[in-house]
């Protein structure tokens, strides 16, 4: 058994609880782990000042104070929630709105075609990556030039472990 386990049953132990089936391997434990042993005690030790004191019971007032004091006696209205229902059917008329007025002229357009049988979108994404391209180049000529002038880089060929085929 783990001492955290151990810990864990030693409050149920100190309680007084007996006759459970993990009794057995915490006895062992606490015989061979003088932590645990120790940690028992104080709570054994705990519980039994717990019990020594005396028990209060609460005065026949008691109930009735706490009942008015929570007004349970006589049950408060609350007022009715805010419920702003008119701006939220104008946001659902105008959304409508939108999309009768958006929705038969936005999705039927076909896609405007160049000679090369490629869209402007096509075109516009082939032109966003060869600008990046030519982005990514100049900034690895410009501030990484010292790595392919490293000797032993992997760009030297003869650093190369077979020499290139011709």
Do not use: N
Request: proline share 10%.
């Amino acid at each position: 058994m783990r001492c955290r386990t151990a810990r864990r049953l030693a409050a149920e132990l100190a309680e007084g609880v007996g006759g459970t089936p993990w009794q057995a391997d915490l006895s062992d434990h606490l015989r061979s782990c003088p932590g645990c042993a120790c940690l028992t005690e104080e709570l054994a030790r705990s519980w039994q000042a717990l019990l020594a004191y005396p028990a209060i019971e609460p005065s026949k007032e008691f109930v009735p104070r706490l009942r008015a004091r929570l007004e349970l006696d006589e049950p408060r209205t609350s007022p009715e929630p805010f419920r702003p229902a008119g701006w939220q059917w104008m946001a659902l008329l105008a959304t409508a709105l939108v999309a009768i007025l958006v929705g038969p002229s936005g999705l039927d357009q076909p896609r405007a075609v160049t000679e090369s049988g490629l869209s402007r979108r096509d075109l516009a994404d082939d032109r966003f990556l060869a600008d990046l391209q030519t982005t990514l180049d100049h900034f690895d000529s410009t501030y990484f030039p010292v790595h392919s002038s490293w000797p032993d880089s992997l760009l030297d060929p003869t650093s190369q472990e077979f020499p290139p085929s011709p």
